[in-house]
């Protein structure tokens, strides 16, 4: 199931509460963002880098956001 969210355009430092493979804001305070999602509008501090790993991946959709495909570098 997609998720849908809306960033709230508030950058702060802070850690990643999402913590993908890709993030940048596991152990130390970096900047993200808070991004707003239903059911109940929770919010969810993320950071960029964990935030377009949710959108590639289809659990995450963000109207209006476009993000191209990854190469993938390890294959060949």
Known sequence: MI?????????????CEIQTEK?????S?????A????PGRKQVNVCRSCLDEMVR??????KG??????ADITSG
């Open 35 to 38: 991004v707003w999602y239903s």
């Open 3 to 15: 998720t849908k969210v809306e960033p709230s355009g508030v950058i702060l430092k802070d850690i």
């Open 23 to 27: 993030c940048v804001a596991k152990d």
């Open 65 to 70: 956001a476009r993000l191209s495909p990854r």
């Open 57 to 62: 991946r289809g659990e995450w959709e963000v």
């Open 29 to 33: 305070p970096a900047a993200i963002t």
